[in-house]
């Protein structure tokens, strides 16, 4: 009802703002004004559309919390909510008119470049009309290219420019799933995420491309339209995963934390891994299209060597960023003033994404690591307001953008001018999605429990196959480019698997969790024991063995990269003991004292360990091999 | 250096850039995207450009505080930064070449409306030429009317779009104003207030349009540009103040609050009677060019109905909205969801700003008002952790856009293609704002001071009078419309005057200080007592009553809203005591006890008032006139 009623305001304002300035006409200036101001209320109206979504999906999702209703995550409500209000403009929303007007280049235009102008300058040939052309100069900047003139009606009601999704919606999303990694839980599972998300995700991605292309070619009507690449792309960003409803219930009935981190750490990971691939692909067909590539298993390789290089590149700017501000606030005293500390941590934090996506590679996945910098380092040596002001931001800042963006896909299936309804693909696409999905779960699972100590289970195996919603990263990459047919028709696939993903998947969480005897109501100490007390079908050898496996259950690479992160990196970026005077070999003892603050030497480690996340540590320190000398020498300093 | 060393990166990574380009040359539709990427990647440079502004600000007044030292604000900081910036950027880096064409309709055209279109289509005729022309069809949006041909470049460089400053960079600082207000000195102060910004700046508006009017037709290049009513906008736009660097200094040193409250009341409310007036004037032009409004006298008053009908509407709407918002956060128990609760907090305030601008009405004026009845009513209902979380998040933003907008004002002095340097005007400005500010300030200091009891004394006067610093208000209005050169003229000597007077004024506020011997240290509790301490000239004979007045250094005004907002108010929209139930009617009880939560009936009164905002309210309670009862019926509660 109340939807309606929104949208009834919506339709007067719109009707009463039209005559208003229909009624008022004269001179081209005021008109000119008069339209400027329309254009500016009409965007107005747009984004207070998706505000009054968002606020209404706000409220009923309190409702829901409340009557502790868990069928419904609040991104899931928000495509409804989208969806019922897209379909009310798109069938009764009045069409704002665009008048539009085909050119040609002036006689003596001396243009002969094969790019398209930047910018037209629109002159009226002076010819007696009536009423007369206007004697004057018109500016217009460039916007696309026109494929299909039947079809482009410029409706572009209830939408934004998709790079919004990219430079404003996604970086807060991503670097807050960073910020907020348990990275406890996280590195401890490092080999089995590392491989789900990287090899998993193209191996994913490839076979869905492979059975799409398969499947186009027995489909008469699309063959032509669609190349190996473009389903090729859309194995990519289909097999990035989105499980937030999925995580929203683990988190509320305590499921067992390793299985949170790898659904989560898996997620977070893939997110990345797709985007860098996508755009690898595209920068494939376009050398390969040119012919400059030459081969194309040279263009392969070189693809192969774009993905490798834009993701590790991008991770180690934002690793460096996360660093750099580690070190500004670690030897400034700018904690003194939280409001400019948040200020900066804020700042270098979005200049991490710009830097990246001005350096040509992936700024998502920059400020994903960037954020997990942040978390590691920085966040110990922030000021406790800034600490709590930085999380809480980000956390809203994450609310607003998933549900806006899971708003935007409701209305967007039925407001966005370039949908492409096929049933063949969305039917194969469903099918792709999924088998890909299983391609990347099992075989790896089987794989990694040939050598991992607690193996992952069945049951948990299936719980991460059904976690595979689709969701912000999907559609993103999909709206990007809209272009020719074959895009649209990807778009259209994509938005209904988010939204059938999202809505029925999503909704079956608390049923599957039953089917498959996840255990809930685990307490994080519990299950420091290799999944003890997991009901599961596969009786493991390992778990007799209980406390004693301990050292046995974290990834040998975390472990390398714990003991490194513990004795250099963490007492050279923050105030955490030891310090690098008793971690460093005695000749580098210069350097280590200016790197080591007075804060540092005489705090009171326990009481300060309290107060940072040193207890999201991957590694419980005394398993280290100083542990026995750091702890006499911290008795040392305190002795006197 | 720093800066220095950062152009330097950003003027390698252009000319990288471009040189990859060039060598990459082949089919169009490379080229097109590898241009959309190339522009990407210049919106990431223009966007981090300012990321690294914010940041050396940020650092630089850290330092700077650190060392105690006030000559210089942070937003003095950020202009001179950005103008740094921006002379390198005008100077030293490269430029992007801009490809343009002109075009004319296609013969067969049947266009014949007085308005430009909306979209061009741009088609390449058939003709033999060495590239061959692309056989496409390119589409183009209306951007802006070209009046001096020769002048225009379109070489955007690191600009932004004017309408950002309005939709997105104000609204949370205007938000924050209205949210961090010291209600209790504010309403205490209300009529010397509303007297300085209402009556004040439309004084000031006036004079100064009417002596720049009278200096411009002294000047004979400049006569024939600019009617009465470009220099009456100009004063409506110059006779907004913004003292940020002077209330940090006040703030700092505990200058008297009553000042302070003066100080920013009269500079929150003077932004918004600016943007009312500016825009009441363009209406009142439009309808006088066009010649629909008949006389002009007629159009005056419809001007002034304007005026008065767009500020009290823009005003209800926000109060309307920031009741909403109460109403919603006392009677849902959505405070259980602090995360919910602080969503919808900012969602309900920054729909109130987009309802307003969708609604032809302020924006700015809705969303200060909504700000003032959030912290007055909403905050009190919130959960502790969204108070602080909302808090934190406004301050933050508030820094950010602040930083931005004096940074860009920096920068835009040197990259901003349509300044217009005209010494003649750029003087009478200077002369215009200075004399605008006084005869706001002086005379109706005087009059203020006939009926007023604690007087405002001279010294305050002259503060008031310095601190009329220009800044992010009048630099937005300025830059909204650059097209004809009397505007560019305003654009131009506004940015000077804001970078003058926040430096020059700013710079010299602790001087003033000591010069006009005004009172610095003073506590909250001990100026109760009406400006006790003040060291001032003038010996008032009221000093003597000492404590004794304090009933009477209440506006009337004050008093009967104050007394409505405790008994009415209040009790509705929060869970404050009194009730509903005590102060309406017996006959309203039934609809009484519906409006009444469990919550404000059961809760401890005085334990409560420590963690809302009541003690910012502007009457103390024991001075209404059921006070007694009140505290009766608290007892009642508690004695069982």
């Excluded at 001179?27 to 606020?55: G, M, P, V």
């Excluded at 607690?454 to 595979?468: D, E, S, T, V």
């Amino acid at each position: 009802m109340a939807v309606v009623g929104v949208m009834r305001i919506f339709v007067f304002f719109l009707t009463f703002y039209i005559s208003l300035y229909c009624a008022n006409s004269a001179a081209t200036d005021i008109e000119l004004d008069a339209k400027a101001q329309f254009t500016h209320r009409i965007d107005s109206l747009n984004l207070l559309l998706y505000t009054f979504l968002l606020i209404l999906t706000v409220l009923t999702i309190w409702l829901f919390k409340h009557r502790r209703f868990r069928f419904l995550h609040e991104t899931g409500l928000a495509v409804i909510y989208g969806l019922i209000v897209g379909a009310l403009i798109r069938y009764a929303g009045s069409k704002t008119p665009v008048l539009h007007m085909s050119v040609t280049p002036e006689k003596d235009s001396k243009y002969n470049l094969s790019l398209p102008p930047d910018t037209l300058w629109l002159r009226f040939p002076n010819r007696g009309s009536n009423p007369p052309l206007p004697n004057k100069t018109y500016a217009y900047a460039f916007r696309e290219e026109i494929v299909d003139i039947e079809d482009n009606e410029m409706d572009l009601k209830a939408t934004f420019d998709p790079e919004i999704f990219f430079n404003i919606i996604l970086p807060p999303i991503i670097f807050h799933a960073g910020y907020s990694l348990k990275r406890k839980y996280f590195f401890r599972n490092l080999g089995a995420i590392l491989t789900y998300a990287l090899i998993g995700t193209t191996i994913s991605s490839f076979v869905v491309g492979a059975l799409m292309y398969g499947f186009i070619h027995q489909m008469p009507n699309l063959k032509g339209s669609f190349t190996f690449l473009d389903t090729l792309y859309f194995g990519a960003l289909i097999s990035s995963t989105d499980p937030l409803t999925i995580l929203a219930i683990f988190n509320d009935l305590h499921v067992d934390v390793n299985l949170y981190a790898l659904v989560f750490g898996e997620s977070v990971l893939n997110d990345a891994v797709a985007i860098v691939l996508s755009g690898s692909i595209q920068n494939y067909g376009e050398r390969y299209q040119s012919g400059t590539g030459g081969f194309e298993t040279q263009a392969f390789f070189r693809a192969l060597g774009d993905f490798f290089g834009i993701f590790t590149l991008s991770l180690l700017i934002g690793a460096l960023m996360g660093c750099i501000t580690a070190i500004l606030t670690k030897f400034t005293h700018v904690r003194d003033f939280p409001l400019l500390e948040s200020a900066l941590f804020v700042l270098m934090s979005y200049s991490t994404f710009l830097i990246a996506e001005a350096s040509e590679l992936t700024g998502v996945v920059a400020v994903l690591f960037c954020g997990i910098c942040q978390a590691h380092y920085t966040y110990n040596n922030l000021s406790a307001d800034s600490r709590s002001r930085t999380k809480k931001l980000f956390e809203l800042l994450n609310f607003l953008a998933e549900n806006f963006i899971f708003s935007y896909i409701g209305v967007s299936m039925f407001t966005f001018p370039k949908h492409h309804f096929d049933p063949g693909f969305i039917f194969a696409g469903f099918f792709c999605a999924m088998l890909g999905r299983a391609v990347n779960i099992y075989p790896l699972s089987f794989l990694l429990n040939l050598g991992r100590k607690p193996k992952i289970p069945l049951n948990f195996q299936h719980m991460l196959f059904f976690a595979g919603l689709r969701g912000a990263m999907s559609f993103a990459l999909a709206i990007r480019n809209t272009v020719s047919d074959a895009r649209q028709a990807m778009l259209t696939t994509t938005s209904l698997i988010v939204i059938v993903t999202v809505i029925v998947q999503g909704g079956a969480t608390m049923q599957l969790l039953t089917w498959f005897k996840i255990p809930v109501g685990v307490e994080e100490e519990v299950e420091m024991l290799p999944y003890a007390g997991v009901r599961s079908e596969m009786a493991e050898p390992s778990r007799e063995s209980g406390g004693g496996s301990r050292l046995n259950d974290k990834a040998w690479l975390a472990r390398i990269w714990a003991d490194f992160d513990v004795k250099y990196m963490k007492p050279f970026l923050t105030h955490a003991r030891p310090t690098l005077l008793e971690t460093l070999p005695v000749c580098c003892n210069p350097i280590a004292r200016i790197l080591t603050t007075t804060e540092q030497m005489t705090q009171d480690n326990r009481s300060r360990s309290q107060l940072d996340s040193d207890s999201d540590l991957c590694i419980e320190e005394n398993e280290l091999s100083y542990g026995d000398q750091r702890r006499t020498s911290v008795q040392r300093v305190r002795t006197p």
